[in-house]
């Protein structure tokens, strides 16, 4: 069982960053695939960006070149920095191990002005 704990949201302006940090609990956290979605009001959940346990990185087309993603196996934690963020950026932005198999609670970020 692994469970995950999102930090790193907040209120930002249009072109701030952030950085989302998500940690996660047990000992075999650098086995596991990480990734980041979000799920805006309405909309359906989005990967954004994901991790293997190798280092293999992809991203959406909505972030490429603004978001990164990246990974502190010892301290078994994800990140996403955020840069020039847009007021659609809004949404809650969840962290998931695994593929999927296991979820964070999610934080918002909201982007407005």
């Known amino acids: 069982q692994v469970q995950l704990v999102e930090s790193g949201g907040g209120l930002v302006q249009p072109g701030g960053s952030l950085r989302l940090s998500c940690t996660a609990s047990g000992s075999i956290f650098n086995f596991y695939a990480m990734g980041w979605y979000r799920q805006a009001p309405g909309k359906q959940r989005e990967l954004l960006a994901g991790i293997t346990s190798g280092g293999s990185i992809n991203y959406a087309d909505s972030v490429k070149g603004r978001f990164t993603i990246s990974r502190d196996n010892a301290e078994n934690t994800v990140y996403l920095q955020m840069n020039s963020l847009k007021p659609e950026d809004t949404a809650v932005y969840y962290c998931?191990?695994?593929?999927?198999?296991?979820w964070g609670q999610g934080t918002q970020v909201t982007v407005s002005s």
């Open positions: 998931s191990a695994d593929y999927g198999v296991y």
